[in-house]
Structures are given as C-alpha cells and as structure tokens.
C-alpha cells in the first residue's frame, strides 16, 4: 500500500494551496481518509477526515472554514483544498487511511489508523 502526498509549496499568508493524496495497493473506497500536519516541534495533529463514500466530513477546529477536504474514488485520491492559509499552518502534511465504513464524527485516531503516507511541506511565510 502507499499513500502519496503532493502539492506542498512555500506561499504568502492568505494564500490558497491544493494537497492531493494519491492511494494504490489497497480499495480506497473501503477507507476513510484522513490529513494530520505536524510543524517542527510540535506533536502530530489531526486536521480533516472524510467517509468512505464522501458524504460525511470532520475538521479540526484550528482549520475549520478554511480547509476542505473531498474524494475521488475513481481516481483513488483524497484532497485537501487549503484556502486563507496563515503561518501557523506551516507543517508536514500527511495523508492516512483507515478502513471504516461508518461517518466521520469526530477527529481520526492517529493509532487506529491502517496506513499512513509520506508527507509534503506547506510552508506560510507571513
């Protein structure tokens, strides 16, 4: 299985981002996928989780009316359109999945997590 970040960049704050997550090696339609940031120093953060079939979203508070989060189960990829971006925002995002089949309503566990993937670096200059 491997799960691949991409669309990390330096930009302005304010600025607007588009994160993808390409999935191979598993049935990504059997999985709810999730984005966590964590910036240097800091501890791992959840930031969004989408359902299995898209229909149910969660965000992290710090993100919430910013970020969005979608899928596309044809193309086997999970997005996270990052909008008004602000220097806090600046960490390593990594994509995750776990095979659920239920809605999202709450903050992904990072430990009951099936796969994790390599991250890409946003970075906010103020």
């Known amino acids: 299985v491997q799960l691949q970040a991409s669309g990390g960049g330096l930009v302005q704050a304010g600025d607007s981002l588009r994160l993808s997550c390409a999935a191979s090696?598993?049935?990504?339609?059997?999985?709810?996928m999730g984005w966590f940031r964590q910036a240097p120093g800091k501890e791992r953060e959840f930031v969004a989780a989408?359902?299995?079939?898209?229909?149910?979203?969660y965000y992290a508070d710090s993100v919430k009316g910013r970020f969005t989060i979608s899928r596309d189960n044809v193309k086997n990829t999970v997005y996270l359109h990052m909008n008004s971006l602000k220097p806090e925002d600046t960490a390593v995002y990594c994509c995750a999945a776990e095979r659920r089949f239920t809605r999202v309503t709450g903050p992904l566990d990072s430990y009951g997590l099936d796969y994790w993937g390599k991250g890409t670096q946003v970075t906010v200059s103020s």
């Open positions: 090696g598993l049935t990504f339609s059997d999985y709810i």
């Open positions: 989408i359902s299995w079939s898209g229909g149910s979203t």
